[in-house]
């Protein structure tokens, strides 16, 4: 696991080749194998492989979002509050297990966030997401995650550039 860790960078640029059936069933079981608080699985994934779609989501906020017009997937992460006061934290989980089975899978992604975040001046990115694939009102869209096979190759983050300072033991002090 720390070698995907050591690995995954966020990737926004993609080649033409598709994901194998094989590979969208890997994805959906991972994604399903993430734990959620008091296993209450209170999220809804919807596996965006369609082109017009994905150009579509490509647009859903200001910034941040372009490079999902040229992924292979985009995985839109729904929460439903009423199931649980965490479905912030547990669609971020099963976001964060979806990009390390991707790692694993030679696969390269990047999260989009659509909470909290604006399509335009007067609509949110989450009302555009929801128009734009049929979402009900009753779930909320927390992200998107893009998939796809990298089109170029990044190395990961050299140990020397992590923030070691951000870590304290037992005190802050």
Known sequence: ????????????????????PEILDQ?????????SSRSL????FIFVTDKDLLAKLSTAKQHGAHFLRDAALGVVVLGDE??????????????????????????????VQIRLRAFDESTAAETRVREI????PHLR???IISIG?????LK??????????????NIYT
Do not use: F
């Open 149 to 153: 096979y990298p089109a170029k190759s």
């Open 82 to 111: 009423a199931k649980a006061d965490t479905w912030i934290e547990d669609c971020a989980i099963a976001s964060i297990i979806l990009q390390l089975a991707c790692e694993s899978l030679n696969l390269g992604s990047c999260w």
């Open 141 to 143: 869209v927390e992200s």
């Open 156 to 169: 990961g983050h050299a140990r020397e550039n992590l923030k070691d300072q951000t870590i304290r033991t």
């Open 1 to 20: 696991m720390l070698d995907i860790l050591r690995r995954r960078r966020s990737i926004r640029h993609y080649t033409d080749e598709p994901l194998s």
């Open 41 to 44: 699985d209170p999220w809804e």
């Open 133 to 136: 694939l049929g979402i009900p």
């Open 27 to 35: 994805l959906r079981e991972a994604v399903l194998r993430a734990p």
